[in-house]
């Protein structure tokens, strides 16, 4: 099991930018697919980005596609997600989440970080 731990989240305006980081612990991140995640209040959890574990190939969700970059250094054992032109739906509780799986297969995420708030105010 890998253990994840979120950071970079805050308060911003619509149009601003964060990066979040995902550091892992306890396994090098280098055999595994990363994602982000995303809930918010009232809300089902939903699927933001994903990364191959050696940075060929990522994904993204349509709300988020030419807004939000996903990264990774597995030198460093850490994920990232730059977020640019924030909007207030941008809003929720962010979540890195590791998987020895496709990258695509959302449901394959198995280890997960508590998260990170990201607020989006208009």
Known sequence: QVQLVESGGGL???GDSLRL???????TLS????????QA??????????ISP????????????GRFT???DNAKNTVYL???????????????????GSY???????DWGQGTQVTVSS
């Open 12 to 14: 911003v305006q619509a």
């Open 21 to 27: 980081l995902c550091a892992a612990s306890g396994r």
């Open 70 to 72: 996903i990264s990774r």
């Open 82 to 100: 730059q977020m640019n032109s924030l909007k207030p739906e941008d809003t929720a509780i962010y979540s890195c989440a590791a998987s020895l």
């Open 104 to 110: 695509r297969y959302t449901g394959g995420y198995r």
């Open 54 to 65: 050696s940075s060929t190939f990522t994904y993204y969700a349509d709300s988020v596609k």
């Open 41 to 50: 209040p009232g809300k089902e959890r939903e699927f933001v980005t994903a």
């Open 31 to 38: 055999p595994y697919a990363m994602g982000w995640f995303r």
